[in-house]
């Protein structure tokens, strides 16, 4: 007896449910998700329309290339970070607010190094450089001191984040540092002296003691050492003397 059973009829594309509108603000939501599913290396142009049923020529008309969305991202990421403790000496303020920096960037390593060379413009990246100058004028540090400080400030966080990221996620990286003191210990003390003789001090240190030592030593050296009069050359932005 034949069946009564009739094919399926085909869904018209009319007839299905409408795809949520794109927005800067969905990729970006959708980018965080993946990045901390997939990591930072998986969020690429195709994989983000992809998870969005959409074309990826249709994401940049939000987001110009990878490096606007990782800026993006990063800024996602300083929106949901909470506040760090308020202290009342501007010094320990500065450093808990780099702290607080750095600990997103640690947890997202590809994050860190796609920084180093990033530019960001988002509002919440901005609201970071405006509480450091803000903190950085509380404590009397000229204005243009400050200008430049605060960049050398997070370059030193972001390069410190990068650095040490990679070397985690190294497994040869224990093997790598006994190496290089025994290398430290047995260096030529003729030559070397200075280093010879201090060879344990240089590796010595807890990672974050280190870390928060060198902000410190930034900030006094910000805050005691003038910039440079202008000159013709200088007045290029270039970050290299030429």
């Known amino acids: 007896m034949a069946s009564s059973s009739l094919p399926a009829r085909p869904v018209s594309r009319r007839e299905r449910p409408a795809k949520p509108a794109l927005t ?35 994401l940049y008309v939000y987001v110009r ?19 760090p403790a308020r202290a009342r000496q501007w010094t320990v303020r500065v450093e808990r607010t780099l702290l607080a920096y750095a600990a997103i960037l640690f947890e997202h390593p590809g994050l860190a190094r796609s920084a180093l060379t990033l530019r960001p413009s988002g509002e919440h990246y901005f609201d970071l450089i ?11 540090v000229p ?35 006994a190496a290089q003191l025994t290398a430290l210990e047995h260096a030529a003390a003729d030559r070397f002296p200075h280093l010879r003789a201090l060879a344990g001090e240089i590796v010595s ?23 440079p009069e202008a000159s013709p050359r200088r007045r290029t932005g270039r970050t290299h003397p030429r």
Do not use: C
């Open 24 to 58: 800067r603000e969905g990729i970006v939501g959708t980018a965080v998700r993946l990045m901390a599913t997939e990591g930072l290396g998986r969020v690429t142009m195709r994989r983000l329309a992809h998870e969005l049923d959409t074309g990826p020529a249709s």
């Open 65 to 83: 290339n990878v490096a606007e969305l990782h800026g993006a991202i990063l800024d996602q990421l300083l929106a949901q970070a909470p506040p």
């Open 130 to 140: 405006e509480t450091l100058l803000a903190d950085m004028a509380g404590g009397g």
């Open 143 to 177: 204005a243009d001191r400050a200008a430049w400080g605060v960049d050398v400030l997070l370059q030193l966080v972001t390069a410190t984040a990068a650095e040490q990221t990679t070397r985690d996620e190294s497994a040869d990286a224990p093997a790598e540092q």
């Open 205 to 227: 240190g807890d990672g974050m003691d280190r870390f928060r030592w060198a902000i410190q030593a930034l900030l006094a050296g910000i805050a005691a050492t003038p910039r």
